[in-house]
């Protein structure tokens, strides 16, 4: 037997969730799982067990798309894992059905569409890399240098802690580590 699973979400115990509930209700919804937490965060009690909830043939619904997540990397990790189960999803306010062909439809083109997107926001960063090696910008972490290195050994040689040198010279903890077990290695 299927189920009608609803998911209503806010961001902080400030706001309310009634809007939602009476609109899922509407949608005769047999459980509605309820939580005031960010969207930003996929760690969520209620969504992580509505997703272990969910069976075959069960459809889950929302009232909005921004109510399941707040990215669409984050959106298409969930739907994934809503269809896996054999499930389908139904978005109110979009009037998309993935349980009819015309939702499977609109899901495709969505799905083409965040492609693009990713597609080209990959070619203006290798198009940005490319301009940026031409003109000779050196990429990625500072280099470190014989100074640097020279100024973290004397700081931890006067008794400063790696977390007071990380400060001081605006460097990482990790870095000075490095930095340590690179002078240890060619003095020993």
């Not at 209503?8 to 939580?35: D, H, M, P, W, Y």
């Not at 619904?61 to 997540?69: C, G, N, Q």
């Not at 990790?77 to 349980?99: F, H, P, R, V």
């Amino acid at each position: 037997m299927s189920h009608i699973l609803g998911y209503a979400r806010v961001s902080s115990t400030g706001q309310k969730l009634e809007v939602q509930r009476e609109l899922l209700e509407k949608e005769s919804c047999n459980s509605i799982f309820e939580e005031k937490v960010s969207g930003k965060n996929l760690d969520r009690p209620e969504l992580t067990l509505l997703l272990k909830t969910i069976r075959e043939g069960d459809t889950v619904v929302i009232t909005k798309l921004d109510r399941l997540a707040r990215s669409m990397s984050d959106f298409w990790n969930i739907y994934d894992q809503i269809k896996e189960k054999g499930a389908s999803l139904k978005i109110l306010n979009m009037g998309l059905d993935t349980n009819s062909s015309q939702g499977r439809l609109m899901m495709g083109v969505l799905s083409s569409v965040a492609e693009f997107e990713r597609e080209l926001i990959k070619e203006r960063q290798a198009d940005g890399i490319a301009k940026a090696k031409a003109a000779g910008k050196h990429l990625g972490r500072p280099r470190l240098t014989d100074e640097l290195k020279a100024q973290v050994m004397g700081l931890l040689g006067t008794g400063a802690t790696k977390q007071a040198v990380s400060e001081e010279l605006n460097i990482g903890v990790s870095t000075i580590y490095k930095i340590q077990r690179e002078f240890t290695t060619s003095t020993a």
